[in-house]
């Protein structure tokens, strides 16, 4: 066992100790797990949709308590909290009542008396989840997921134990029977090794490219599927006909909610001549007034980022990338507090910066200046990343062709990219591959079976 230090990105104080598990703590939780599978996976969706409908209810009735626990885990803004854990909860109630039209059986006509597809839990589904949507991120598969019949185990991000742990109590209150849903508080060596056990199945991760390599590496060496949302650099398309103050509204909430560590956060913002001058002023000065401040409270406009290790890094990204040629506009000074870094916004980003070849995970926004449309569009695909984009135009057929020529797992035309679970969620290139949400990412983790019957 090892002991983690938790600090409160606010005071900078330490705010909680823990100790990793050792082999017969993880032994536990796995043996519940794969002696409940079967269990779980026995229930009908009817009795299924019955327990997500309580986790919903007890979410809502929790929710200031988790608020807080996930303000002081990471940093997120008290009201940012307070939506995710709403979102969270209606994503549950979604695939309560769609369940049975998602993974219901499918009558196919062939030659044979009756012949379907069947969608079958395939067990325990082992989830690596990140800091920065601490309860949403996994919700997001832990739904759908308990819905299809499956089973799941989670190691969280080291710096959200207690948000693993109360999302472990929230499914108790709901009545969850036992072990459908285990936590697990290890390092990442100790994670490969629950990867190779033969009661996992599969692998859900959402993180960095680097640990998205390493997971697929010892997925892929035992055969296991995984699913992978990584980064994400996503382009936000300005064109000449916008409207510059719905662009500027919502380009403030894309980049600088939650700190700006979202993946699918907009971070490069490239503009076509016609309106780069007056959008960048009023981009500008939007971020002007953004107050950095205690994330409990409602007054403060840009929370901590959750370490001071992801400042340092991010503002050496920036320094590396003024020191290249790009021209900083505001902010990019850090602040007195070890996490707190003001909203910063670079100009004249080229090939060659960091700020135009790497995600910057924080309150820093970059301008690209396109020659023209079609640049802008080369602009946006100029990137080993691709999750998600946006596009801002008047013209909707306008947006859509464009929409279309962007290599991203999700394009937006005219708003703020986000995950629904109605759609499909996921990324190409670097960001990833596989889904979740929606019917594509439910059966992501079932045997589709086929039955022919003569």
């Known amino acids: 066992m090892t002991e983690v230090v938790c600090i409160h990105p606010w005071t900078g104080l330490v705010d909680y100790r823990y100790d990793t598990l050792d082999d017969r703590g993880i032994e536990r ?55 995710e854990i709403e979102k969270s909860a209606s994503t549950c109630e979604y695939y309560a009542e769609h369940a049975i039209r998602y993974i219901g059986d499918q009558v196919i006509h ?17 989830a690596i989840m ?10 997001r ?39 459908v849903f285990g936590v697990l508080h290890i390092d990442n060596q100790q994670a490969a090794r629950v990867i190779a056990d033969p009661r996992v199945k599969a692998v859900s991760l959402t993180g960095s490219e680097r640990a998205g390599r390493s997971v ?14 990584l980064g994400g650099s996503d382009p936000f398309v300005v064109l000449a006909d916008a409207d510059l103050d719905l662009a500027v509204r919502i380009a403030i909430s894309s980049r600088f909610g939650n700190a700006g560590q979202t993946c699918i956060a907009a ?15 009023r981009f500008v000065a939007a971020a002007s007034s953004l107050p950095i401040g205690d994330p409990e409270l409602d ?12 400042r340092q890094e991010l503002h050496q990204q920036v320094q590396d990338s003024v020191a290249a040629g790009a021209r900083v506009l505001i902010g990019g000074v850090p602040e007195t507090k070890p996490t707190c870094y003001p909203a910063t916004i670079l100009d004249q980003v080229h090939p060659g910066t960091r700020a135009y070849q790497e995600e910057l995970f924080g309150p820093v926004a970059s301008i690209l200046r396109a020659h023209d449309e079609d640049d802008a569009i080369r602009i946006a695909n100029d990137t080993p990343f691709g999750l998600g984009a946006s596009v801002w135009t008047n013209d909707r057929a306008r947006g859509e062709a464009v929409a279309r020529r962007i290599d991203a797992g999700a394009v937006f035309v005219n708003a703020l990219v986000r995950s629904d679970a109605r759609l499909p969620f996921g990324g190409s290139k670097t960001s990833g591959y596989g889904r979740e949400l929606a019917e594509h990412g439910m059966r992501e983790f079932t045997n589709i079976k086929t039955l022919y019957i003569d």
Not at 130 to 139: A, D, R, Y
Not at 216 to 229: F, I, P, T
Request: contains cysteine; proline residues 6%; charged residues 20%.
């Open 29 to 83: 939780v796995l043996q519940a797990s794969a002696d409940a599978a079967p269990l779980w996976a026995g229930l009908t969706l009817d009795a299924r949709a019955v327990h997500l409908r309580a986790i919903a209810a007890v979410l809502r009735r929790r929710k200031d308590e988790i608020a807080s626990l996930m303000t002081r885990d990471m940093g997120k803004l008290k009201r940012e909290c307070l939506g």
């Open 110 to 126: 062939t030659e044979a008396k009756r012949s379907l597809v069947c969608y079958q839990p395939i067990g325990t589904v082992f």
């Open 130 to 139: 990140p800091w920065n949507f601490p309860i949403w991120q996994v919700m």
């Open 141 to 179: 598969f832990l739904a759908p997921g308990l819905m299809s019949g499956n089973v799941a185990v989670l190691k969280h991000a080291t710096n959200v134990p207690r948000c693993a742990d109360v999302l472990k109590s929230v499914l108790d209150d709901a009545g969850v029977p036992a072990g």
């Open 216 to 229: 697929a590496a010892v997925a892929g060496q035992h055969l296991k599927k995984c699913v992978l949302e």
């Open 267 to 281: 971070k490069r913002f490239i503009v076509v001549p016609e309106i780069a001058d007056a959008f960048t002023e």
């Open 299 to 310: 007054a403060t406009g840009l929370a901590p980022m959750a370490r001071a290790n992801l």
